[in-house]
């Protein structure tokens, strides 16, 4: 019997099979017709401000080189020696002028091109070195310093690619004269689970809440959230969930960052820092953007945006039943150093690999991921139709926007997914 | 640190293996409000992360070359620690443990713990600086058991159960974060 990705998810997307997360056949697809053909996050300009700056980085499983040539442009290459394939750069970031294979020392430059052979002056025949660089990522571009990249060289552009998705980022980065800034390298957290939960968990299910996350997270808070709370699908796979507050709201309701416990316990500097930031954000983004304090983004394929605890997190699929979970902290670029000491804990006291409140959600990520290899249950897919066709146009919001219980970001993300495998699976 | 530890009396030494013992106990046996007695008001409660970084050439067949504090990103970097915690965080941690809901420790991880290599390294005043590793067995209804291991840096100060810890720094040795979770109590 062969699998159809048409018999996985039905035409709503209400129903999805529980081997859309086991089958190593579908993981297979996955690769070529989503990771293959999507824009994969790379990194952070602030990561790589200097020539020679690189981070380490994946599209899937591939390992990638993002770096800043000496020319100032942004490279992205397959960390593989063209020679054996080993990796020249084991570095997490660092600035180089040359990566050097371990095997037999081939060189290349920071933007990937082969520069030395050691062997070839014993040699009469000298390969083409023009030839040999490392694989180059098809294409890069960037978006408010938002680093991505594609293996396919037909792929529309990011921004297109983003949609409106740009404006509800734009609530957030736009937020900051200077932008923002990753800090040092990512946590980068092994888990045994599909890498769609995570995303799926990051594009708009903030309704769980107050029922997984019940011991910490006190109901009326989560009630004041969900009161509030929107979510948006400005396309299908991207997704934004925010709450927007009321213009009468004061300051300390509203700012970015205050509601995290560096914001909340870092002292007076810091919540004068965040509410100076706050005056501000009528005048950069606008007033309805002003009054969104933002919750979780998701931009397809498997970047996830955390406002509420400012972190970027990528879920790098390592076969179908284990992810390697990446998260950076974010705090504002030009904030003091010893501000941005304290916002960092706004993402790692609560979230990443030693958080309090994340460590429930990985948990869940591992079971269900054993419970979608029960194949007895084959019959019996997930059921994801809760608030079918519930979703409305907003007369200020780009995108279809609906309550938080809604999960019509997740039946238009599997929707696309579905899609997308059914474009590759018969080539 | 590349100097021996302080010369200890017997007693001394006996007290800090004393009260570690006691703590780990406490730890394994999910003691934990006590354990929390243990803790100072005050206290810093760090995990540094820990990277991989570039050699740098000039430090070349020097000890520095490879040393553990280049690997780590702690409270003075700007990169991102794991932890950076107050007492306010650990007695949320403490509380939570107590609750039906919290729900990836129930049922709750089985630990083992042994503390060892006990050295103290410095004293200022009341203040004791004092380094110790641990190897931590954990097993998860769930999941693949799993090793713990760390060095940690305390500064402790005399109080009625022996001690009480002001700040603790936990250098966990780990390459990917292969473990279910860093937020135990370590
Ligand atoms: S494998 Fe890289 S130089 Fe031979
Ligand atoms: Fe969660």
């Known amino acids: 019997m062969t699998l159809r990705i048409s018999d996985l998810v039905n035409a709503e997307a209400s129903l999805v099979s529980r081997r859309c997360w086991s089958d190593p056949d579908v993981y ?17 300009e602030s990561q790589i401000s200097n020539p020679g700056d690189f981070v380490q980085a994946y599209m899937a499983e591939t390992p990638i080189i993002l770096s800043r040539g000496t020319d100032a442009r942004i490279y992205a290459n397959v960390n593989s020696c063209t020679h054996r394939g080993l990796p020249v750069c084991r570095a997490d970031h660092g600035n180089t002028k040359r990566f050097i294979c371990p095997y037999h020392n081939w060189s290349y430059s920071v933007e990937g091109d082969l520069v030395a052979i050691p062997q070839e002056g014993a040699l009469c025949n000298k390969p083409d070195k023009a030839q040999l660089g490392l694989k180059r990522v098809s294409r890069v571009e960037s978006w408010r310093g938002l680093v991505f990249g594609c293996f396919d060289e037909q792929i529309e552009p990011l921004e297109s690619y983003l949609g409106d998705m740009r404006f509800y980022l734009d609530a957030f980065l736009d937020r ?51 009161e509030l709370g929107l979510s948006v699908v400005p ?15 004061p300051v300390d309701d509203m700012a970015w960052g205050m509601e995290g416990l560096g914001g909340m316990f870092g002292g007076d500097e810091v919540q004068e820092y965040l509410r100076e930031i706050q005056a501000q954000a009528a005048s950069r983004v606008g007033d309805i953007r002003a009054r969104m304090k933002g919750l979780t983004y998701g931009i397809y394929p498997n970047l996830s945006f955390l406002w509420s605890n400012t972190s970027f997190k990528v879920s790098h699929p390592r076969g179908p039943g284990k992810v390697e979970y990446w998260s950076w902290a974010v ?23 030693g958080g309090i409140l994340e460590q429930e959600d990985s948990e869940v990520w591992i079971q269900q991921f054993q419970g979608s290899n029960i194949d007895y249950a084959d019959d019996r897919p997930y059921y994801y139709g809760l608030g079918l066709g519930e979703e409305k146009v907003h007369p200020e919001l780009p995108g279809l926007v609906s309550v938080t219980a809604n999960e019509f970001y997740a039946r238009h993300f599997y929707a696309r997914w579905r899609d997308e495998l059914q474009a590759v699976e018969d080539t | 640190m590349s100097e021996l530890s302080l010369q200890t009396t017997p007693e001394q030494q006996r007290a800090l293996e004393r009260f570690y013992h006691y703590e780990a106990r406490l730890l394994d046996a999910r003691q934990y409000q006590q354990w929390l ?21 000039r430090q070349r067949g020097k000890e520095s070359m490879i040393s553990v504090e280049r690997e780590l990103e702690g409270e003075d970097s700007l990169g991102c620690p794991i932890r950076e915690e107050s007492y306010l965080h650990l007695m949320v941690r403490v509380e939570r443990a107590f609750k039906i809901n919290s729900w990836s420790e129930n049922p709750p991880a089985r630990t083992r713990r042994i503390v060892g290599n006990v050295e103290l390294m410095a004293q200022e005043g009341d203040a004791l600086s004092v380094l110790s590793n641990f190897h931590l067995y954990y097993a998860r209804p769930g999941n693949a058991d799993c090793i ?39």
């Open chain 2, 37 to 57: 007695t243990l803790v100072s008001p005050d206290i810093r409660y760090l995990m540094p992360s820990r990277v991989n970084v570039m050699v740098d050439n």
């Open chain 1, 176 to 226: 900051f004269a200077g932008g923002i800034e990753f800090l040092g390298a990512p946590h980068r957290w092994v888990i045994n689970a599909n890498w769609k939960l995570p995303v799926e968990n990051q594009l708009g299910d903030v309704n769980h809440g107050a029922f997984l996350h019940s011991a910490i997270i006190p109901r009326e808070a989560q009630d004041l959230i969900e």
């Open chain 1, 28 to 44: 297979a697809l996955e690769k070529r017709g989503i990771f293959g053909r999507s824009w994969l996050f790379l990194g952070h």
């Open chain 1, 235 to 249: 396309r299908p796979g991207h997704g934004a969930t925010f709450r927007l507050m009321p213009e009468d709201s």
């Open chain 2, 148 to 186: 713990y291991s760390g060095q940690r840096r305390d500064l402790l100060v005399p109080a009625e159960q022996g001690y009480s810890i002001s700040r603790r720094e936990v250098v966990m040795d780990y390459a990917n974060i292969e473990v279910p979770t860093l937020g135990l109590l370590l």
């Open chain 1, 331 to 353: 705090v504002p670029a030009d904030a003091p150093d010893h501000i941005k000491k304290i916002l960092r804990t706004n993402y790692s006291s609560f979230f990443g690999p």
